[in-house]
Each structure stands twice: as structure tokens, then as C-alpha cells.
């Protein structure tokens, strides 16, 4: 069992404000990660980014529809990170059609960076990205893992996906509520 404290960061959010007039009724609201992940088990999942083929075609819309699932094995909420700013999660989000997903602008790439996960897709023309890993979180520290093989910067083309999955963490938490009925 892992036993690592998420960074604490601040992401830059927008929230829908209805005093707002106009056609972007939105305000700036910072989320500091602390605040986030406070006495709550959360599962998160990571991404390179938002439209994206893999993230917007499998591993987003997985985890929207087996939402239910997880909360039935005890987590509070899905996180979703990306290394892209909250215009473009919010659209995303929209264009997705998602209700369940939270989904979490690390726009700087702060959170990432301090996750160890912060690589370079330039090669693609994207920049600083995040490689592909997935976490459940319990009141601020990491209790499991999963990440994709392979992560590189180096302009090799990989973007595996299997080991992130809500399947394959939903295994993980079928079998910890299995070990933890035995003891």
C-alpha cells in the first residue's frame, strides 16, 4: 500500500455564478488540492488531454458510466485531471454530456509536476502533458496506484491504456473490500 501525500496546489477553476449576467455567467474560483481531498476517498484519473481520442472516446465516458460503481465501493467522488486550463475542460465536460466526473483544470501543470507525471508531447505540438496514471486518494494520501507503462518524453508516440482503467481499478477495490471482510 502506497502512503503519499497528494501535492498541495492551487488549481485555477471556473464556477457557474447566476449573478453574472451575460453569456459566460462564470467566476474565477482557486481550489486548493488540501481543501479538494479532505476526508473524502476519491478516485482520480489522470490524462494527456481533453479531446484528445483515448481520454474523450474510452477512458472519460468509462468512468461517467461506472460512476455508480464506484460510489457503491465506498468513493466519495471521480476526479478527473488534465494539464489544460477550465475554458477548455468546461467544453469537454459539455461536449461529453458528463454529470458525475468532476473534472479538474491543472492548467500550469503544478499538480502534475509534483505527481512525478509531467511529460513532454512536443512531438505532437502539446507541450507539457500528463502521462496516464489513476490514484484512489483517502483524506489527502495516495492508498493505490495504477499507471500506464512506458512513460517517456522522448517523442516516442506511446499512449497506453489498461492499467488507468475503471475497470482495473474497480478490480483493485472489489479486492482491498475482499481482504478487509477476511480480516
Request: charged share 25%; proline share 5%.
Amino acid at each position: 500500500m502506497i502512503s503519499k501525500n497528494i501535492p498541495q496546489v492551487t488549481l485555477r477553476t471556473r464556477v457557474r455564478d447566476d449573478s453574472i449576467e451575460g453569456p459566460n455567467p462564470f467566476r474565477w474560483q482557486d481550489v486548493d488540492t488540501k481543501d479538494l481531498f479532505a476526508g473524502k476517498r476519491i478516485a482520480v484519473f489522470s490524462l494527456p488531454g481533453a479531446f484528445t481520442p483515448t481520454c474523450s472516446n474510452e477512458q472519460c465516458p468509462a468512468f461517467e458510466r461506472l460512476y455508480d460503481e464506484f460510489k457503491a465501493k465506498g468513493v466519495d467522488e471521480v476526479y478527473c485531471i488534465s494539464v489544460n486550463d477550465a475554458f477548455v475542460m468546461y467544453q469537454w465536460g459539455q461536449s461529453l454530456g458528463l454529470e458525475k466526473v468532476k473534472l479538474l483544470p491543472d492548467g500550469s501543470g503544478d499538480f502534475t509536476r509534483r505527481m512525478g507525471m509531467l511529460i513532454k508531447k512536443n512531438h505532437l505540438g502539446f507541450g507539457d502533458r500528463s502521462w496516464r496514471y489513476a490514484m484512489i486518494v483517502d483524506d489527502g494520501v495516495i492508498s493505490a496506484w495504477f499507471e500506464e507503462p512506458g512513460i517517456n518524453d522522448d517523442g516516442v508516440d506511446s499512449d497506453p491504456y489498461g492499467e488507468t482503467s475503471p475497470e482495473n481499478i474497480l478490480s483493485w477495490l472489489s479486492e482491498e473490500e475482499s481482504a478487509r471482510q477476511a480480516a
